[in-house]
């Protein structure tokens, strides 16, 4: 008996000391939380396929495009449709990464249909802590001030990943559910005047991840997409982005898939903010607690105004739906019309109306600690 009880000590005591060893290698259910997020050069490289979509002294604008980066930061190559205006290509230039994933640099461009050359300027942005998206805020050319989605080109795809609930802002919010073939069997739209109207459609997804299909708005506004765009490699959003029956300047969105199980809390932290209108273009950061309450933040604007985010509160529905109010120092009200959370809880997207008559597309990074 005694030899027994000898035995169990010395197996619980070997199971504590194994444990402790699987946690220390990383193999427990501990939480990440605390882990710091580390970047470099090399994850810059690789083909990149973007939109851009933000404001310019004759209205909005939008495009898509894709960039061959080298492992040094180096643009090598690339183009980008400017709907309504004319196609750029990519002469070079450069990226730079910091180890906590914030971007900066240049990228060169020339116009072939004018024989102009010009340059994107990159003054903020992040890599996601998963390395596949870039959301950056730039000085583009032909005076144009907006957001650039950036998605690597990784992975492999078929239909049915395109499967469950999709949220993306697109002159309102969209919410489409699509099957395991691509058909959209719901789809809801609300214009930021609360016009709600139904539409239909469908997606496709190549074995490469490059998303296209066709949305088709009812009344009482209608109108319809022909988009193209990519899919992340953890197949939780995508970008898409194409012309618009109504206009000339197209739409482009990053797209979020929901799921159930959120809560509030998935908030907690600093989120890197993008936000375009046509007007103005907003990028800082914002911090929230676990409660969704903005506790500081701070923000620029291309216009030469600053300052910081002093109150306000995001809610996150079970589903993923993010709504709220976000106040500025200047005595301006950002209200959050709807958006959505991925299911990582490290990527965001939302539209938006302010104080001042601005309306436009958010577009939110966690920033690991």
Not at 129 to 156: Q, V, Y
Not at 255 to 268: E, L, W
Not at 297 to 316: D, P, V
Request: proline share 2%.
């Amino acid at each position: 008996m005694k030899e027994l009880e000898v035995f169990k000590s010395k197996r619980v005591l070997f199971a504590a000391i194994f444990a402790g060893l699987l946690l220390i290698a990383g193999c427990g259910h501990s939480s990440s939380s605390g882990k710091k997020a580390s970047f470099s050069a090399t994850d810059l490289s690789g083909t990149w396929h973007t939109i851009v979509t933000g404001g310019k002294a004759y209205g909005s604008f939008n495009g898509y495009g894709y960039m061959e980066i080298s492992e040094s930061g180096e643009i090598l190559s690339g183009s980008i449709i400017n709907y309504g205006v004319d196609t750029q290509r990519f002469t070079g230039g450069a990226l730079a990464v910091t180890a906590k994933g914030e971007i900066t640099g240049t990228v060169d461009t020339f116009l072939p249909d004018s024989g102009t050359s010009g340059s994107h300027t990159v003054l903020d942005g992040q890599m996601t802590p998963g390395k596949d998206t870039i959301l950056l805020a730039g000085n583009f050319t032909l005076s144009r001030n907006g957001i650039g989605i950036l998605i690597k080109e990784e992975g492999s795809f078929t239909v049915s990943d395109l499967k469950g609930d999709w949220i993306f802002p697109m002159d309102g919010i969209f919410s489409v559910s699509i099957d395991d073939h691509g058909e959209i069997v719901s789809c809801t739209y609300t214009s930021y005047k609360d016009e709600t109207g139904m539409c239909e459609g469908n997606f496709s997804v190549s074995a490469q991840g490059n998303v296209c299909g066709t949305i088709r708005v009812m009344p009482p506004k209608p109108f319809e997409i022909g988009f193209e765009g990519r899919m992340n490699v953890r197949k939780n959003h995508m970008i898409i982005t194409g012309g618009i029956t109504t206009g000339f300047a197209g739409m482009a969105s990053l797209a979020i898939k929901a799921d159930s199980g959120h809560s509030v809390a998935d908030g907690k932290g600093k989120w890197k903010i993008f936000m375009a209108a046509s007007e103005d273009t907003l990028y800082g950061a914002v911090f929230l607690s676990n409660t969704g309450d903005v506790k500081e933040g701070y923000w620029e604007t291309f216009s030469g105004g600053n300052g910081s985010f002093t109150e306000g509160n995001l809610f996150i529905s079970g589903h993923g739906n993010i709504s709220g109010m976000i106040n500025m120092s200047n005595g301006n009200v950002v209200a959050i019309q709807d958006g959505g959370i991925n299911t990582d809880n490290n990527v965001a997207v939302f539209s938006y109306q302010d104080l001042e008559n601005r309306q436009g597309t958010g577009v939110m990074i966690r920033l690991l600690q």
